[in-house]
C-alpha cells in the first residue's frame, strides 16, 4: 500500500509528523509512504526508514515571483513528480488551503480533517474523505489520529516515536557524549526572544559548571547574538551555518538543549535529548516540544500567554542586571524565566 503524506512546512509540524507515520509502519509493514515537503525541510522526512521518496516543493520561493516560476517550468516538473505514481491514500496532515490544492492535484483518494477540526475549513473542498479530531488536542496526537483512523489501526498513545533512525543523521558515527548543552536561541516571531542578556548570563553560569556551550545560527541576526552571548568565554563556540542534519547531529551528541519555542526544539524533542523550553506570549499545552524528557517553562507574567507576535504590554519596564550593567527584560513576560533558575531546572532535568 502507498501513501503520500502532505505535510509542507514548517519544521515543527513537520516533525509532528513522524510519530504517526511509526504507528502506522508498525501496523501495516507493508506500507510504503512518499511525503511532499517544503525544499528548504527536504532532509526531515527522509530520516525516517518508513518514509521512500520526498518531493520537494517551493511554494514559498514560488510566490515571491510566480511569473519566473512559470517561464523556468518548476511547477510543472513538480506536477509532473507529483503524479509519477497513483496512491492509494493521499493524507493531507497539514491542513491549509495549499496543502489542500496539493493534495487534489495528486492521483489517489484525498484525505483530511472535517472543516469543525481543521485550521483553514475551505481546505476540505479538496478531500473525499474527511475526519473529526478534537482541536483541545495536541498537535502531535491529533495527526496520529488522523492517520490512525484513515488507515484503520490502533496505537498507544502512551509510547511515542519519532522512529528517526540516527544513522542517517550522523553517518553511522556514534554521539560523542561530551558534557556540552546546545542553546536554541533564534527563533521567528520577535515576541518569543528570551532576551540575549538571559542567554549571556545562563552561558556564563553553564560554562562555570563545566559544559561546553554550541550556539547554531541561521541568518545574521541570529548569528550577531550568537557573537554576544559568546563574547569573552572560550568555552562557548559559535558553530558554522549548519544543515539540519547537522545541526541534528549536534544536538545528538549534547547532553541536553536549552530552548526558545522553535522547530529546532522539536527536533531535540524527537532527538528524545533533555530539551528545557522556555514559554512567553506562547502555551505549550497544544504545540509544545512532546516526548520523554521535556521540560516546559512557562511564564507567570499577568498578560501571558498572549499569543502575540507584537508586545502590547504597557506597564512599567521590567530590568535585570548581569556584570554591572543594567538591561531592559524584552518582553517583560520573560522576566519570570531568571537564567539562574532555568539553570537549576535544566540541571533537574538531566539527572532525571
Known amino acids: 500500500m502507498r501513501v503520500l503524506i502532505i505535510k509542507v ?5 513537520i516533525i509532528h509528523t513522524l510519530p504517526a507515520v511509526t504507528d502506522a509502519h508498525l501496523a501495516h509493514r507493508s506500507l510504503v509512504f512518499d511525503w511532499v515537503v517544503e525544499e528548504n525541510f527536504v532532509e526531515v522526512p527522509g530520516w525516517h526508514p518508513a518514509v521512500n521518496q520526498v518531493i520537494p516543493v517551493a511554494i514559498r520561493r514560488w510566490r515571491r515571483n510566480v511569473f519566473k516560476t512559470y517561464i523556468n517550468h518548476e511547477f510543472k516538473a513538480f506536477k ?21 490544492i496539493i493534495s487534489r492535484l495528486s492521483r489517489g483518494l484525498t484525505i483530511g480533517l472535517n472543516n469543525r477540526t481543521i485550521r483553514e475549513p475551505l481546505a476540505t473542498l479538496f478531500y ?21 483512523r484513515a488507515l484503520k489501526y490502533n496505537y498507544d498513545k502512551s509510547v511515542v516515536d519519532y522512529g528517526i533512525d540516527i544513522d542517517r543523521i550522523s553517518g553511522g558515527h556514534p554521539a560523542t557524549g561530551r558534557k556540552q548543552v546546545v542553546f536554541l536561541h533564534g527563533t521567528t516571531w520577535a515576541t518569543k526572544h528570551w532576551p540575549e542578556h538571559y542567554w549571556r548570563h545562563l552561558a556564563h553560569i ?3 559548571s563545566g559544559y561546553r556551550v554550541l550556539l547554531p545560527w541561521g541568518n ?37 538543549v536549552i530552548s526558545v519555542d522553535t522547530g529546532l526544539g522539536h527536533l531535540a524533542a524527537a532527538l528524545a535529548k533533555p530539551t528545557l523550553s522556555l514559554y512567553g506570549p506562547t502555551n505549550p499545552e497544544l504545540s ?12 507567570n507574567f499577568k498578560c501571558a500567554p498572549c499569543v502575540m507576535k507584537t508586545c502590547g504590554y504597557s506597564g512599567p519596564g521590567v530590568t535585570g542586571k548581569f556584570e ?23 540541571e533537574n532535568l538531566l539527572q532525571e
Request: proline share 4%; hydrophobic share 35%.
Open 9 to 13: 512546512s514548517s519544521l515543527g509540524d
Open 80 to 100: 509532473r513528480a507529483l503524479q509519477a505514481v497513483h496512491y492509494d491514500l493521499v493524507i493531507d496532515a497539514q491542513g491549509l488551503i495549499k496543502s489542500g
Open 128 to 148: 473525499n474523505k474527511v475526519y473529526s479530531v478534537p482541536r483541545t488536542e495536541h498537535a502531535v496526537d491529533r495527526v496520529r489520529q488522523l492517520f490512525s
Open 206 to 208: 553553564a560554562t562555570d
Open 220 to 256: 545574521p541576526r541570529e548569528l550577531r547574538r550568537a557573537e554576544f552571548i559568546s563574547e569573552g568565554n572560550e568555552q562557548i563556540t559559535v558553530l558554522d551555518k549548519q544543515s539540519l542534519s547537522g545541526l541534528a547531529q549536534k544536538i545528538n551528541a549534547s547532553s541536553g
Open 288 to 299: 509544545g516540544t512532546y516526548g520523554a524528557k521535556q521540560l516546559h517553562v512557562n511564564s
Open 324 to 346: 554591572g550593567q543594567k538591561y531592559a527584560v524584552i518582553p517583560p513576560c520573560f522576566s519570570s524565566h531568571k537564567p539562574e533558575n532555568v539553570w537549576q531546572q535544566f
